[in-house]
Each structure stands twice: as C-alpha cells, then as structure tokens.
C-alpha cells in the first residue's frame, strides 16, 4: 500500500507541476541555472567514464579475439553496438542518477527543512513548478549529454584497438560502418528523454515529500538514487522489448 500511495503521489506531484506556471522571466533564469547546475556541470565526469569506458571495451574484446578466423573489425562493431546501445544512454543515466539525482533531492529537500517551500506557497507561487519544472526543462538537453558520451567512448575505444596495435586504423573504420542500423540511434535517444525525465523527476518527488531534518536529506538522497536506477532499468527493459524484440 505505501508503493501504491507514493505511486499516485508522484503523478499527482507532476499534475502540480505543469499547473499553475510561475512567470516566464522568472523561469527562464531558473532553468538556465539548472542546465548550467545539471547538465554543464555533469559534462567533466560524464566525459571522463565515456572515454575510459570505452576503451576498455575495446582492449576487453581485442584480447579475448584469439581465434584467427575472426576479423579485427569486430573490435570496432563490439564497441559501437554496446556505447550506443546500453553504455553510453542506460550507464551514464545510472552514473547520473547519483550526481544529478542526489543534487536535485538534496537541495529541494534542504529547501523543505529549512521551510522555504511553505514560504513560496505563502508568497502564493506553486512550488511544484518553481522547483521542478525549470528540471525537467533542463533534462530536454540530456541527450547531447549522451551523444557526447557516444563520441567520446568510440573515439576512446579508437585509441585503445589502434594505438595499442590490436587493430589497424582501417580496420577499426570498417568495423564502425559494418551493419549499423540507423534505427538503433533513434532507439537509444527515444531511451535518453525518457531516462531524462525520470532524473528530473524521481529525485524532486524524494525531496519535496520527504520529513524531517538534515540527516533525513541524505536518507533520501540514498533513497532517491536507489528508486531512480530501479525505475531507468526497468523503463529500459521495457523500451528494448518494446522496439527491438
């Protein structure tokens, strides 16, 4: 009953959210500070674990290929179909779940301890949407988050097959542009707003609800960053049955 009962107070929380709209010149600074905040800030970790990340698929597959009869170039296509398909939108959403999603709940849950959250209903503006609302706007460039992370893992995964001299440089090309399927981007991006909104959302619903003081800030952080792994794994079982299967 208590999954049940939060389940339908996160929906009625993002009924709130698009009810009541604060002032377009308000909104507009509050959402660049959250892009600047959520987004730009996440470019420097989000970069570092795609470019690693990548490279280490590449040495991975590169060293148990000990059969003679496999080509080299399926060095390149091992590492293209695994960043763009689950590494670089499901992972880095995962990683981001606890940057972004811990960010989120910590600072609307130190705005419901400290009371400002009653003073903004006072002042007669939703808080719903002053807080959460400028998020979700933000999280609409998440995917240029992830296709960076696309570039930076294969270009990671360049360096490691060829300047290691597992692969040779043509071969690596070639391996890159055999069998892609266009629609596998298509299906990693739709999968990428969607992670985007369950970052953007999740979190606020574990801040703005949550009692108490500031050891219950962090206990919900922790919560926030479990249930909102738990909610992006599952949507991504779905969305991989639903459009791959």
Known sequence: MNYLHSIGEYFLMLKGTFHRMTKTSVLRSLILKEI?????????????????IGAVVALQTALNLNNPLIPKSLVAY????SII???????????MAGKVGSYITSSIGSMNVTEQIDALEVMGINSLNYLI??????????????????FLGILGA??????GGFVPPDLFVQ???????????????????????????VPAYHGYYMKGGALEVGEASTTSFVWTSVVIIITNYAVTQLLLS
Request: charged share 10%; no cysteine.
């Open 78 to 81: 091992a590492a293209r179909q």
């Open 36 to 52: 600047d905040d959520l987004i730009i800030g996440s470019m420097g970790i989000v970069s570092f674990l795609s470019f690693f």
């Open 175 to 201: 391996g890159l542009q055999e069998d892609f399927i266009p629609f596998h981007l298509v299906y990693a991006f739709i999968k990428t707003f969607l992670f985007a909104f369950i970052l953007a959302t």
């Open 158 to 163: 360049y360096t490691a097959a060829v300047m």
């Open 133 to 150: 609302f400028p998020k979700i706007v933000a999280m609409l460039f998440y995917p240029f988050v992830i296709a960076i992370s696309m």
């Open 85 to 95: 398909l689950e590494f670089a939108p499901t992972f880095i959403s995962i990683i």
